[in-house]
T-cell receptor, first 114, second 112 residues
């Protein structure tokens, strides 16, 4: 997946606990993104980053925070996990070329909150 | 407001048939329109993309048809194969600010 690694791949956690998902890239891309994928909703943007320590909210940011202390790592934290946050989470980077921007996605993290 | 609307949500096609997935967009300021293909347990991957100044783009069995006046575009998969069974997402992209707007996805099943 073009140098993008997500960890863990699967996680089961209890309601109310904090959870951190990690996205690691090896290609020095400036932009990184966190999406969640749910049936009937497709891909929804949670947060994104446009550089070290530069982040912004997406359309479904409530209950999530992010940090980017190094170019290669983008962390997503569920501050107090709820069952509604059971989902598959994808990290993505964006790249440019031939006059356009495109995304490359990681393989995803399947999170279950019980 | 959802910028990109995709239909159908699911699609079942016989092997050898044509699969058609449709998308409509709201804003006219998009720079290009990609389609992503996602297999179970994997992240979406870029399949094919089209610029708004082109009416059709073909790559192998996959074709995008683009109707600028109607603000609609569609993915046609000719001679559909069981290996094409996947979820397909359309998107509309503004290069400025790296803004991506995804459709809600179509689950395609090709029956042998």
């Amino acid at each position: 997946d073009a140098g993008i690694t997500q960890s863990p791949r699967h996680k089961v956690t209890e309601t109310g606990t904090p959870v951190t998902l990690r996205c690691h890239q090896t290609e020095n891309h400036r932009y990184m993104y966190w999406y969640r994928q749910d049936p009937g909703h497709g891909l929804r943007l949670i947060h994104y980053s446009y550089g070290v320590k530069d982040t912004d909210k997406g359309e479904v940011s409530d209950g999530y925070s992010v940090s980017r202390s190094k170019t290669e790592d983008f962390l997503l934290t569920l501050e107090s996990a709820t069952s509604s946050q059971t989902s598959v989470y994808f990290c993505a980077i964006s790249d440019t070329g031939q006059g356009r921007v495109w995304y490359t996605f990681g393989s995803g993290t399947r999170l279950t909150v019980v | 407001q959802q910028q990109v609307k995709q239909s159908p949500q699911s699609l079942i096609v016989q092997k050898g048939g044509i699969s058609i997935i449709n998308c409509a967009y709201e804003n006219t300021a998009f720079d290009y329109f990609p389609w992503y293909q996602q297999f179970p347990g994997k992240g979406p991957a870029l399949l094919i993309a089209i610029r708004p100044d082109v009416s059709e783009k073909k790559e192998g069995r996959f074709t995008i048809s683009f109707n600028k006046s109607a603000k609609q575009f569609s993915l046609h998969i000719m001679d559909s194969q069981p290996g094409d069974s996947a979820t397909y997402f359309c998107a509309a992209v503004k290069n400025t600010g790296n803004q991506f707007y995804f459709g809600t996805g179509t689950s395609l099943t090709v029956i042998p």
